[in-house]
Structure formats: structure tokens, C-alpha cells
């Protein structure tokens, strides 16, 4: 998962346009797995994806505090982020009817 990748892209300065080679970010669909549940597909840059994830569960009123996380991983082999956390609020599955989400 690179954060960056090269592409092709019009550069156009005036009344110039060249055709180049450039880094641009790339955008991932990372899922998010919470309690061996999937909960949602994020569309992200793929870089500090631990951190991302429990921005996302805090600020969505999912996760009330780090001493919650009793497990972390981010799989090395697919875009997946696994947590598990020892408590949850009431209804928390009805929070995500859209499960993807656009940066």
C-alpha cells in the first residue's frame, strides 16, 4: 500500500500543456473490521491507518477512550483493519447504514 504513486498527468502552466510523469497520492478503500464485524469501508490515503481508525471510531462516538482497545492490527497483506474493544455504546450498528466513506 503506497501512499504515492507516479502517473500520467497534464501539466498545463498558461497556455502550455505537457504531458508528465508525477507523484500523485493514491486513495484506498481500507475496511474497517470492529469486534469481528465488518462496520465500514473508508476511503483513505493509506498511510498512519492505526491512527485513522481510532480517530474514526472516536469521533463517530464509538470508542470512549484508548483503555478501550484491547486489540489492534493492521494487515500486511490486504487493506484491513482489525480492532477489538471491550465495550461499545448501545446500538452502535445503527450508526453505519452506508458502510463507505469518502475522505
Known sequence: ????????????????????????????????VLNDQPLVTLLCTPTELEEMAVG?????????GRSDITRLEVSRTEPVIRITLSSLPPDWEKLFDTRAISS
Request: net charge negative.
Open 1 to 32: 500500500m503506497k501512499p504515492k504513486v507516479e502517473s500520467p498527468v497534464l501539466k498545463v502552466s498558461g497556455t502550455s500543456v505537457q504531458g508528465v510523469i508525477d507523484e500523485v497520492a493514491s486513495e484506498l478503500p481500507v475496511r474497517l
Open 56 to 64: 474514526f471510531l472516536l469521533s463517530e462516538g464509538i470508542l470512549l
